[in-house]
């Protein structure tokens, strides 16, 4: 019933498809590219007549050496999306002449006493028709609109304001000891006898003791979210999730307020327990199935010294759970990692940096549902 | 609701699913190709003036020109950017299709850009049988990039050197003025960096891609010419920079061929920063060479003869190019070259000429020799210039990389 279903839909979706690539390549943007170099090393025979190799064992040579150069660009994936593209590689494989565009072969060397040839070659990449085609064959991206999870994330970009780190406490102990010796001798000479003695003292002493430090505290100003639930939403809806506002739970399914969780955030590194139960039970209760929440902290400001630029780095840390079942379960977790926006003046330059630790979060996140098939 | 009676059917079913997911996925991947490929004209979008390398050393790398790059004139506009781009309104000739209105912004589409990138500012004093020659030396680079994709397309440098002989020693507010006016005299042709950068652009080809990147990516002073170097040379990086870019300057006008810049203690991460006139700044990446140069500057050698009527001076100039398929370690040139320049003097004139001087100058015709020989080889010049009987077929092969480089 189940490959039933599923076979009509893509039927149902495939003039949607057309219509929609059609619109794409009528658009006709250009696409992200990568070139990647490389070398082939083969062995060929040759022929009777000839010690060099043939124009098929250099036609092979150029085979192999697209394929190398495919396989030098996919090293570079992050373990989801490799573990993502290991799942559908003999596609790509299949088709490789629509990934690996424009190979050229820079020059070659011909060793005729071994019979080897070495190809260096250079080879570019559409990362973009690559990228769409993993999305397109990724689980969350086979649903049809409206038919991928729900998902709802509270995101909270905040700026520390004050940072209190107690002194810290130093606890010392001694111990003296002393300890006396005494020798005493006598002499005698005829009827007279004296006696002398000496003393002699030692003191030892020990200290020790433990010194307790007390992690700082820090306040933090929650900041705007909006660039943030627009750049997030932007991945997750490109990926096929159906993205839901959180604000839009709280009004259906109740839930505590955004407000509260952002003004949880601002004194503390997480939300309260009752919070984040009250959260995802109100999110249960709308049919979302995905919930993430996350963290923006907005850091050092300074100048970069390469383009003159204001600099601000911030520090995202994400995790998503799957709340289809009683107990919420982890399945994506990113960071903490930082990123550094620039701009003009401290205002566009925070707004670019938040821009970016959220694209690529959202980024880290579909590849991480992708890998695990979560769609 | 159907259900499958059989395990066949089962399978058969799953069959047809795969075969439909392959399908739609071959169908979106050809669409994705077509899509994203976007054929079409090359148009450049005009990105004006910039300065290259880190904005950290702008100040002391372009001191006149970062000074200018603030200032704006009756209209408002930064005057470094306004003047060029009069003088591209003027004088822009290429057959590529300039968007010169727009500016480059992120468009999402493609956007070929084109800037003026100022990598050189430089002075030089020279003493000069009792008066001081100087040289100002602009250098600017012709920067195709791809906005979208902040990478390096193409690159072509751009010199502008001036001279002028006097007797008194200038002060910086003299040099100041000699470069402003290179910068803004717009209408002094033959002393105008914009117009040379302009005549150099018109004179280039502009491709979208390059099947194959060249690059000068080390130039070594022998330690014997470092002792020959003037005091005012003290640094000997900054004099390898400034040999390179004029050899990239040679044989990129020469041969016609894009160069990735020389960027040795400027680029990191092999990239490279531009910053322009209105603020805007990025980092362009540059592209990892096919085919690498290095140069070789081994000591000069000076001969005096003299006669009852005149001083006969030869300056010796000598290099050693080497050029490599790094990958391959496939080498196609590696030889020494050499050029003597000689000069002679009325005996009477009792002329002082300055030797350090007169080594750049052969040095500068060496280069210029060697360019003209790898298309043009001419049998008595080579000869003139190396001993080596291969000469003919290791520039014919280096012909070769460049033409697979353009």
Redesign the interface.
Same mark, same amino acid.
């Given at each position: 019933m189940h490959l039933a279903t599923r076979r009509s839909t893509y039927v149902k979706k495939t003039p949607l498809l057309l219509i929609f690539l059609l619109l794409m390549a009528s658009m006709s943007p250009k696409a992200a590219t990568v070139d990647v170099k490389g070398t082939i090393t083969l062995p060929y025979k040759g022929s009777l007549f000839s010690s060099a190799p043939s124009g098929a064992e250099k036609g092979g040579a150029m085979h192999d050496a697209k394929l190398q150069s495919w396989n030098l660009y996919t090293a570079q994936f992050n373990d989801a999306k490799m573990r993502q593209y290991l799942g559908v590689k003999e596609e790509f494989l299949s088709q490789i002449d629509n990934y690996v565009t424009n190979v050229r072969v820079i020059d070659e060397s011909v060793d005729k006493d071994s019979k080897i040839i070495t190809v260096a070659v250079r080879a570019t990449i559409n990362e973009t028709a690559v990228n769409a085609t993993l999305g397109a064959m990724s689980a969350a991206g086979q649903q049809g609109s409206g038919e991928g999870s729900l998902f709802t994330f509270i995101f909270v970009a905040r700026e520390a304001v004050s940072a209190k780190t107690k002194d810290n406490k130093r606890i010392d102990v001694s111990q003296n000891q002393s300890a006396s010796t005494a020798t005493e001798s006598l002499a005698g000479s005829g009827s007279s006898a004296s006696s002398s003695s000496n003393v002699n003292t030692v003191n030892k002493s020990t200290t020790g003791g433990s010194t307790e430090s007390t992690a700082t505290q820090r306040k933090y100003q929650v900041t705007s979210s909006q660039d943030i639930n627009a750049n997030m939403s932007k991945i997750l809806s490109t990926a096929g999730f159906e993205v839901v506002d959180y604000d839009d739970v709280v009004d259906a399914c109740g839930g505590v307020e955004r407000s509260v969780i952002g003004s949880e955030f601002g004194a503390e590194d997480d939300m309260s327990r009752s919070s984040r139960g009250s959260a995802i039970g109100a999110s249960r209760d709308c049919d979302v199935t995905l919930f993430a929440t996350g963290t923006i902290d907005i850091g050092v400001q300074d100048i970069d010294p390469v383009t003159g630029n204001r600099r601000v780095y911030t520090s995202v840390r994400a995790q998503v759970w799957d709340i289809t079942r009683r107990l919420p379960r982890k399945v994506a977790s990113v960071g903490p990692v930082q990123y550094a926006g620039l701009g003009p003046d401290d205002k566009v330059a925070m707004r670019n940096s938040l821009a970016l630790a959220a694209e690529q979060a959202g980024r880290e996140i579909v590849d991480q549902l992708n890998a695990k098939g979560i769609r | 609701? /159907?259900?499958f009676s059989t395990a066949k059917e #089962?399978v058969a079913?799953?069959r047809?699913?795969a075969s439909? +997911?392959?399908r739609?996925? #071959? +169908?979106?991947? +050809?669409?994705?190709?077509?899509?994203?490929?976007?054929?079409?004209a090359v148009e450049l979008y005009y990105a004006g003036f910039s300065f290259a390398g $880190?904005?950290?050393q702008?100040q002391t790398r372009f001191p006149v020109a970062a000074d200018l790059s603030t200032r704006k004139n009756a209209d408002g506009l930064l005057v470094l950017d306004a003047a060029l781009s009069m003088v591209v309104t003027e004088d822009y000739s290429n057959s590529v299709k300039l968007i010169k209105t727009l500016g480059v912004q992120n468009s999402?589409?493609?956007q070929l850009s084109i800037a003026f990138a100022l990598s050189e500012e430089s002075t030089e004093e020279v003493e000069w049988g009792g008066q001081i020659l100087y040289i100002y030396r602009v250098i600017a680079q012709v920067l195709v990039f791809d906005f979208?994709?902040k990478k390096l397309i193409s690159n072509f440098p751009a010199m502008l050197q001036y001279q002028d002989i006097v007797e008194e020693k200038r002060s910086a507010e003299d040099h100041y003025e000699v470069f402003e006016r290179i910068y803004l005299d717009t209408d002094a042709v033959s002393t105008s960096i914009f117009r040379e950068w302009v005549r150099r652009l018109n004179s280039i080809t502009i491709k979208q891609?390059y099947?194959?990147y060249l690059q000068l990516t080390d130039v070594v002073l022998d330690p014997e010419l470092k002792a020959q170097m003037p005091s005012h040379l003290t640094l000997p990086d900054a004099y390898a920079s400034q040999v390179a870019q004029q050899f990239e300057f040679i044989l990129s006008e020469q041969q016609e061929v894009s160069l990735i810049p020389f960027t040795k203690g400027q680029a990191?991460g092999k990239k490279m920063?531009a910053?322009f006139a209105n603020?805007?700044?990025?980092?362009l990446a540059l592209?990892?060479p096919?085919?690498t140069m290095t140069l070789t500057v081994h000591p000069f050698k000076y001969l005096q003869q003299s006669s009852t009527v005149s001083d006969k001076h030869a300056f010796g100039s000598f290099v050693t190019l080497a050029v490599e398929?790094p $990958?391959?370690n496939?080498i196609y040139l590696d030889m020494r070259f050499k050029n003597v320049n000689v000069a002679v003097f009325d005996k009477r004139d009792e002329t002082v000429v300055d030797k350090w001087q007169s080594f750049q100058t052969s040095l500068r015709s060496l280069f210029v020799n060697l360019a003209t020989q790898i298309s043009v080889p001419d049998k008595k010049l080579l000869a003139s210039m190396t001993k080596d009987k291969s000469a003919e077929k290791q520039l014919k092969q280096f012909e070769e990389v460049i033409k /697979?480089c353009i």
């Open positions: - | 609701m /159907k259900r #089962s079913c799953l047809d699913s439909l +997911v392959r739609q996925c #071959s +169908v979106l991947t +050809v669409f994705l190709v077509l899509w994203s490929h976007g054929a079409g $880190d904005y950290s702008n999402g589409a493609s979208d994709d891609n099947s194959a990191i920063a910053r603020g805007d700044s990025f980092q592209p990892e096919d085919f398929q $990958d391959l496939k /697979k």
